[in-house]
């Protein structure tokens, strides 16, 4: 405790600028450290004292002789009312102010109390504290070094980030397709600069200020589909492609048209759950269970009124077992159910699969499946 640190001989003594009672505080301060800390130390009072020059007032913390196991020195005071304060000469009439009550009790060692024994006015600068960053850090001072890093405010963050985004890609903007007459959208296809574009999987949305009662609105399903094809079938779809109000609402319908003895053909949805029902007609409808369920059949013959659910995924049909044509509206669960047909897909791949690979497949000679791929 008595050996307090002093100039070199023949130098000026330490903080001369300070009253004694304020200097023997000041050297008391720096005295306990290390040669790496003492430095530092002196430059928080130089700092400290330059800071204040507009204050009349620093509260220095009074230290013990004991150590806290390495952690630095333990201090005490039993009213933090009557914290030792040193007195500068008056220049102002700036003072420290507590920053909260604070419960200093015996063995408190300066690592607990750092953050909290003394702060100034926002405008007037802490001065050197003990455990608090100092202006002018050592390579020992582990806090001074965390209290000058500071992170920048997240505005700021916010501004660099956008001028750094910018000028890594300049034109980089989403521009929205044109609407084309009755309310379709062209092919999601975006520019994204002039040398490269990105697909979007999805439907934009149209700008709400602008929507109006014909974008909910269709009226496809009054006309009855053409059935002169192949299979005696034609399916007519609502869907996000044609009534631009679905997007995003997960639902979308179709209307089945069936001749005497046609079909809709097995096929299955991938993206959609279908529920069925018969509006003219009497039909046979039915869906195949996964391999895992052994691959049953569940069948059943429907007339007006009635109604069927094929699950998502699963291959399924319709065939009209009457003389006379048939009506099926179906609603499915997505926008854009997606429909992959079971003969188009196997024999009328493009290109081809190998018939030898199909005639292994469905144990059938390879000249037969090539005649089925002729067909598709």
Known sequence: MNDIVEGPPGFPPLFSELHPQERKAALLYISHSDKTERQARIMRVRQAIEDQS???????TRFTSDLDKGKGHVFSYPDPDHLPRVHLKPRATASLTLSKEIDVQEGYSESECSGAAV???PSISTGFQIGLSSKTPSAGDSNGVKGARRRPPSWKR???????????S??????MPPLESGGKRKPET??????????????????????????????????????????????????????????TLGISLVRIDYAPNGQNPPHTHPRATEILVV????LLVGFVSSNQDGNRLFAKTLNVGD???????????????????AVA????????????????????????????????????????????????
């Open 307 to 325: 109604v069927f659910v094929f699950p998502e995924g699963l291959i399924h049909f319709q065939f009209n077992l009457g003389r006379t044509p």
């Open 119 to 121: 702060t100034l006015t």
């Open 279 to 282: 509006q003219q007609g009497t």
């Open 190 to 247: 975006v520019s994204m600069s002039p040398s490269k574009k990105m697909f979007v999987n999805g439907k934009f949305c149209k700008d709400p200020r602008i929507v109006n009662a014909d974008d909910f609105f269709s009226s496809v399903l009054n006309r009855p589909g053409n059935l002169n094809n192949a299979v005696g079938s034609n399916v007519t779809t609502v869907n996000v492609d044609n009534l631009g109000g679905l997007n």
């Open 329 to 376: 509206i179906a609603a499915l669960s997505s926008q854009n159910a997606g429909v992959i047909t079971i003969a188009n897909t196997v024999f009328g791949s493009n290109p081809a699969i190998d018939p030898n690979v199909l005639a292994r497949a469905f144990q059938m000679d390879a000249n037969v499946v090539r005649d089925l791929q002729n067909r598709f």
């Open 170 to 175: 300049p034109s980089s903007e989403i521009t």
């Open 54 to 60: 507009q204050s009349h007032m620093v509260i220095l």
């Open 158 to 168: 916010k501004a660099q980030a956008g001028k750094s985004s910018a000028k890594a």
